[in-house]
Structure formats: structure tokens, C-alpha cells
């Protein structure tokens, strides 16, 4: 494996990769069925996706510049690679997988990981990415392997701030936003996860992929999760993005579910934090694309444990989106310019991430931070890591769980509590079933 630190050139090797066609028959239901015990990627959503395994090699970075970087790096390595591709859709020949911290400042940082096999399904194509270093790498045929070991009886722990003193922080905000300091502010919580065996990411992966087929679940470096909002995707010029904000937990009755979606479709409190994080996203989108397309109202998204107002905005890149002349921006250049919106962080920004550095009182790791995939033509997906939680690298038995919930002024801790619990359940689930 090589490790390409921020600014580094390429490989000693070029990169190498062979794509081909396979029967979709062939492969299970649930891709991540393929995964290894170790080193699995997943990026899956209903029955498409890409599973990987093996890695090759990866870029790390940090800073504030730590997607251009890492974006940068990816081109350079690309550059230089000898391609087969036999299949030519979204996700075939070269890919990586990334997972990117949501502060600068975050230890975290963010890693863009290139595996060695790649596995992908897009409706009735299916196809086999190889990748070696200055060589054709052998021919895989995928099959599905043992099941993952359950991680056993899960014990529970408060983060930084327990259920009271997180209201008590939601309150602070309200009183700012109130007086006139920001418009919203989106306060994260963090919940303390420990199993009897060592978490096996898959076991999480494959119930999030059952329980929740309209997110993209996946599993990249240790950060889990299944997350119903996507930052950008770029693809062949379009770009679109669904945007969420505005919540309520169901009941598991139809009926007052139904009745709950047309509350929620006419909250003013809900609306107003809604159109603050559409505001946000399609301005920053708005000096790439020639042309973006916004609809006047947003529309219910129902999952299995909450109902959200959501909305999907789209664009085309502009001839010369990148300002410069050069290539079009990557769906990572995208990602580092719309992150983070009032959809993880609040309005104006600034002010908004000042405000959770003072409240929350953690650090957020990769929680709400881009995850997702490039390919070699910068093309690609890139969600926000929402309803996830991070395995300590030190401690397989240990896993912090993350909600986040958008402050305005109408907000009420209880309230806010309660849905921050909501959000929680995915994982919670996952861990215990």
C-alpha cells in the first residue's frame, strides 16, 4: 500500500485498472454481501451501488483545503493511469472512496481510499473493477461471503453533553438567534456505543441497506451510516443535490403519519429552516452552473423513522464552470464548495460554526462531513454523513453515534431533543438487532 500525503506528486506506479461487464444475476440481492470481514467500502442505495475491498493505496489530508487537495492528488494519480473500461457507466474504471471531516480544524481530516476491487450494479448492468499498481491485476469473480459476527450486548454513554445539558445548549442558541446574532445554527449530539465483540462494519451496513433503501448507506474508513441527504452529484454536466431540513419523527400508524406530512408540509417553523438551507446550497452552486432549476415547494420524504421536508435542486455545469478556462470542477471540487451548508451548520455560516464550536463542546469528527466517491472523469456522489457513526480505529468495540438538528428561533429544546433521538434511531438499530 503507498500513503499520498497532502502535496504529494504520484504513485512510483502507474495505476491500472480493467473494467468488465458481469451478469447481474450472479451477484446477491445486497451487494455488501460481497464485502470481506476487513477493509470493506460500501456505497449502496436500494439495489445499486459499489462495494470495494482491498486497499491499494490512499490520499490523506487536513486543513481547510483538504478536499481541493485530496481532489488534486486524485487527478494527478489519474492522470497517469492506464484504463480499460469495457462497461462505461457512472462508478466503472478508476473510483475512490472519500470521507471528509466537517471543520478545517478537525483532527479528522479526510482520506480518499483507492481499493483494489471494485464491484458495481446500475439497475441491469453489473461489472468488475480491478486496480494494481503497474500491472494488470488478476480477474476477480465475486461471491458472497460468511456473515458477519453479531457485536453482542451494546452498552450506552452520554458524549460531551448529556440530554440536559444538550436542551440547555439549544436554548443559548434560540436566545442568539432571537436577539438577532445568526438565523439558524444546526447542534449536533453525540451518544457513546460499546459492544461485547468487536463491531463488524458490515453488520451495521447490511441493516442500514435493508431498513433504508431510499439513503445512500455506507461504510468507508470506519464511518457508517445511512444518510438521506445528498450534497452533489456530478454527472456527464448535471449536477443535483437533495436538500433536508425540517423534521418530524413518526408514530407507526399510516393514518397519523399521513396527517403528521401535511403538519409538517405547512410548519412555518420548519419552512423557514428549510428555505434557509435551500437558500444556502443554491447559492453556492449557483457560479458553476449555467442553469439550476428549483422547485417553489419541497416535498415530504418519508423513511422509516422520521418525515422531512425535502428538496431537489439541480444545475448544468457552465462551459467554463471552473472560472479559469481549464476543466470543469470535480463532483469533489463541488462538495468542498458547497460545504458546509445551513442544511449541517446554519446561516450566515460563520457565525453558525462559531456558535457550535462554543456550544457543542466535541469535536464532530466526520459527522456531517462529504462522504462518498470520484471516478476518473471527476465525476461522482457526495452525501453528507448524517445518521452515522464513527468506529474509534483503536477500539473495535467502541462507536460514537451522531443526530444533528437545525435551530431557528422557534425551537423548542424539548422538542429538539426528542427529534435528535429520532435521527439516533438508525444506528441504534443497526447496532442491536
Given at each position: 500500500?503507498?500513503d499520498?500525503?497532502?502535496?504529494a506528486?504520484?504513485t512510483p506506479l502507474p495505476?491500472v485498472t480493467?473494467?468488465v461487464?458481469i ?9 455488501t454481501?460481497l464485502?470481506?470481514a476487513?477493509g ?8 445499486d451501488g ?6 491499494l ?6 486543513g ?5 487537495d485530496?481532489d ?5 494519480l489519474v492522470a ?12 466503472t ?9 466537517f471543520?478545517p480544524?478537525?483532527?479528522a ?9 471494485v ?5 441491469a ?5 480491478t ?11 465475486p ?6 459476527a453479531a457485536p453482542?450486548?451494546v452498552t450506552?454513554?452520554?458524549g ?8 440547555a445548549a439549544?436554548g ?5 438567534i432571537?436577539?438577532g446574532?445568526?438565523d439558524?445554527v ?11 465483540e468487536?463491531?463488524d462494519?458490515?453488520?451495521v451496513?447490511?441493516?442500514l441497506a435493508t ?7 455506507f461504510?468507508v474508513?470506519?464511518l457508517?451510516?445511512?444518510?438521506p441527504?445528498?450534497l452533489?452529484?456530478s ?6 443535490s437533495r436538500v ?10 399510516d393514518?397519523?403519519?399521513l396527517?403528521?406530512?401535511?403538519l409538517?408540509a405547512h410548519?412555518s417553523?420548519?419552512?423557514?429552516e428549510?428555505?434557509?438551507?435551500v437558500?444556502?446550497?443554491t ?7 449555467s442553469?439550476t432549476?428549483?422547485p417553489?415547494t419541497?416535498f415530504?420524504?418519508h423513511?422509516p423513522?422520521?418525515l422531512?421536508?425535502a428538496?431537489d ?5 457552465a462551459?467554463?464552470?471552473a472560472g479559469?478556462?481549464g476543466p470543469a470542477?470535480?463532483s469533489?471540487?463541488l462538495?468542498?464548495?458547497l460545504?458546509?451548508t445551513a442544511?449541517v451548520?446554519?446561516t450566515?455560516?460563520?457565525d ?9 463542546g466535541?469535536?464532530?469528527g466526520?459527522?456531517a462531513?462529504?462522504?462518498?466517491w470520484i471516478g ?5 456522489e457526495?452525501?453528507?454523513?448524517l445518521?452515522?457513526?464513527?468506529i474509534?480505529?483503536?477500539d473495535?468495540r ?12 422557534a425551537s423548542?429544546p ?8 429520532a435521527k439516533?434511531e438508525?444506528m441504534?438499530?443497526?447496532?442491536t438487532?
Amino acid at each position: 500500500m503507498t500513503d499520498l500525503n497532502t502535496g504529494a506528486a504520484t504513485t512510483p506506479l502507474p495505476l491500472v485498472t480493467r473494467t468488465v461487464a458481469i451478469d447481474p444475476l450472479t451477484l446477491p440481492g445486497d451487494l455488501t454481501e460481497l464485502l470481506p470481514a476487513d477493509g470493506g467500502i460500501a456505497w449502496v442505495r436500494r439495489a445499486d451501488g459499489l462495494v470495494a475491498w482491498g486497499e491499494l493505496t490512499r490520499i490523506t489530508t487536513t486543513g481547510p483545503d483538504r478536499m481541493a487537495d485530496a481532489d488534486a492528488a486524485w487527478r494527478e494519480l489519474v492522470a497517469h493511469a492506464v484504463v480499460r473500461d469495457e462497461v462505461h457507466l457512472p462508478g466503472t474504471g478508476p473510483v475512490a472512496f472519500g470521507s471528509f471531516s466537517f471543520a478545517p480544524g478537525s483532527a479528522a481530516g479526510g482520506v480518499l481510499v483507492v481499493p483494489r476491487v471494485v464491484v458495481g450494479r446500475r439497475g441491469a448492468s453489473a461489472w468488475v473493477t480491478t486496480l494494481a499498481l503497474g500491472a494488470v491485476a488478476a480477474p476477480v469473480t465475486p461471491s458472497a461471503q460468511p456473515a458477519p459476527a453479531a457485536p453482542g450486548a451494546v452498552t450506552w454513554s452520554e458524549g460531551a453533553l448529556g440530554p440536559d445539558a444538550w436542551r440547555a445548549a439549544v436554548g443559548a442558541a434560540v436566545g442568539r438567534i432571537r436577539a438577532g446574532r445568526l438565523d439558524k445554527v444546526v447542534l449536533a449530539r453525540e451518544v457513546h456505543a460499546r459492544t461485547a465483540e468487536p463491531l463488524d462494519p458490515r453488520w451495521v451496513v447490511a441493516r442500514l441497506a435493508t431498513d433504508y433503501r431510499a439513503c445512500w448507506t455506507f461504510a468507508v474508513d470506519g464511518l457508517v451510516g445511512a444518510t438521506p441527504e445528498l450534497l452533489v452529484r456530478s454527472e456527464k454536466g448535471l449536477v443535483t443535490s437533495r436538500v433536508l431540513a425540517g423534521t418530524i419523527r413518526r408514530t407507526g400508524d399510516d393514518d397519523a403519519d399521513l396527517a403528521h406530512a401535511a403538519l409538517l408540509a405547512h410548519s412555518s417553523k420548519d419552512l423557514e429552516e428549510h428555505e434557509y438551507a435551500v437558500s444556502s446550497l443554491t447559492d453556492a452552486l449557483a457560479p458553476f452552473c449555467s442553469s439550476t432549476n428549483v422547485p417553489e415547494t419541497p416535498f415530504v420524504l418519508h423513511l422509516p423513522n422520521v418525515l422531512h421536508l425535502a428538496t431537489d435542486v439541480t444545475g448544468v455545469l457552465a462551459a467554463d464552470a471552473a472560472g479559469n478556462g481549464g476543466p470543469a470542477p470535480s463532483s469533489l471540487a463541488l462538495a468542498q464548495a458547497l460545504h458546509p451548508t445551513a442544511a449541517v451548520a446554519g446561516t450566515p455560516t460563520a457565525d453558525a460554526c462559531a456558535l457550535i464550536d462554543e456550544l457543542e463542546g466535541m469535536d464532530r469528527g466526520r459527522y456531517a462531513g462529504p462522504v462518498g466517491w470520484i471516478g476518473a472523469d471527476g465525476d461522482g456522489e457526495w452525501a453528507l454523513a448524517l445518521r452515522s457513526g464513527e468506529i474509534d480505529p483503536a477500539d473495535a468495540r467502541h462507536i460514537r453515534l451522531f443526530a444533528g438538528c437545525g435551530i431557528v428561533a422557534a425551537s423548542d429544546p424539548a422538542a429538539e431533543l426528542a427529534e435528535s433521538e429520532a435521527k439516533l434511531e438508525p444506528m441504534r438499530r443497526a447496532l442491536t438487532d
